[in-house]
């Protein structure tokens, strides 16, 4: 079974652009949330969807962004881009049925995302 | 202070030695306990996946809980020069925080052969 695919690997922007990452979870899981990881705050979760619906937002400003589509793939958007958004972005899916259940997150190899 | 600290090493020990790696949390709320391991340029790896309190072994991996203390332990015997790797411990309640997980800044662990 294929893992979690997410696309570009690499990215480089300047400060003011926006860049779109992409993420596509193992097949049969419809939860996806997505992970900030830098040298000096470590993982940061930003937010989870779940049957396209958005069901949790970390702390993180507007400019970040996402959706997910009918196909449980993802996709988020950082739009103006500052320096300090140079990090691994980590996309992670899980096989969550919907209710309180908490099953684990497998995580794919991340964008890493570098602006200039 | 962070609800989940992990001291992050770096940790070297020569292969074929115990290592135990730990976090300690403060939101009694945890339930759900994780250790991933990170290998560089790859994005983190499923270990151990335990609830609750307690002990759950995986071959050389043992993951302990004590919920008690806010306390939990990964210890690898035998270690060998492919577990080089950064370990991050994560946790999780239920209900509303679904997909989120709180994880530890990490433990950068090399074993040399």
């Known amino acids: 079974k294929a893992g979690v695919t997410q696309t570009p690997r690499y990215l480089i922007k300047t400060r003011g652009q926006q860049v779109t990452l992409s993420c596509s979870p193992i097949s049969g899981h419809r939860s996806v949330s997505w992970y900030q990881q830098t040298p000096g705050q470590g993982l940061q979760f930003l937010f989870e969807y779940f049957s396209e619906t958005q069901r949790n937002k970390g702390n993180f400003p507007g400019r970040f962004s996402g959706r997910q589509f009918s196909n449980s793939r993802s996709e988020m958007n950082v739009s103006t881009l500052e320096l300090g958004d140079s990090a691994l972005y980590l996309c992670a899916s899980s096989i969550q049925t919907g209710g309180d259940d908490n099953s684990p997150l497998h995580f794919g190899n991340g964008t890493r995302l570098t602006v200039t | ?113």
Not at chain 2, 55 to 60: A, I, M
Not at chain 2, 91 to 103: A, I, K, V
């Open chain 2, 1 to 113: 202070q962070k609800e989940v600290e992990q001291d992050p090493g770096p940790l070297s020990v020569p292969e074929g030695a115990i290592v135990s790696l730990n976090c300690t949390y403060s939101n009694s709320a945890f339930q759900y306990f994780m250790w991933y391991r990170q290998y560089s340029r790859k994005g983190p790896e499923l270990l151990m996946y335990t609830y609750s309190s307690g002990n759950k072994e995986d071959g050389r991996f043992t993951a302990q809980v004590d919920k008690s203390s806010k306390y939990i332990s990964l210890f690898i015997r035998d270690s060998q020069p492919s577990d080089s790797a950064t370990y991050l411990c994560a946790m999780s309640d239920r209900g509303s925080t679904l997909g989120r997980l709180y994880f530890g800044r990490g433990t950068q662990l090399t074993v040399w052969p």
